[in-house]
Nanobody, 120 residues
Framework: QVHLVESGGGLVQAGGSLRLSCTAS????????MAWYRQAPGKQREFVAR???????TYADSVKGRFTVSRDPGSNSVFLQMNSLRPEDTATYYC??????????????WGQGTQVTVSS
């Protein structure tokens, strides 16, 4: 299985910034989509941002203008630059990867999660 390793979470005051990183265990492998989700206590996991292999980016309305998603040239890593953080951004952030093959079922992978806590 492909493993997604996340890092960059931590404690930050409102208005501060953090940069999350997610790296796949197989450098350079082709992933159609890499994305970020988050889950706060007592809430369902929600979509945050994603970037496709075609460099198309999509953001949740709640983070538009504040968060930026990017991928490295080898497409083995995805990053999430989070600026102007708010207490409501507090959650466990999960990396997600999707690979689609013409002759195999789709493959989906999740990272272990990294905690982001924003204090007021």
């Amino acid at each position: 299985q492909v493993h997604l390793v996340e890092s960059g979470g931590g404690l930050v005051q409102a208005g501060g910034s953090l940069r999350l990183s997610c790296t796949a265990s197989e450098n350079g492998f082709s992933l159609n989509v890499m994305a970020w989700y988050r889950q706060a206590p007592g809430k369902q996991r929600e979509f945050v941002a994603r970037m496709t292999s075609a460099r198309s980016k999509t953001y949740a309305d709640s983070v538009k203008g504040r968060f930026t998603v990017s991928r490295d040239p080898g497409s083995n890593s995805v990053f999430l630059q989070m600026n102007s953080l708010r207490p409501e951004d507090t959650a466990t952030y999960y990396c997600y990867a999707l690979r689609v093959s013409a002759f195999q079922p789709k493959e989906e992978y999740w990272g272990q999660g990294t905690q982001v806590t924003v204090s007021s």
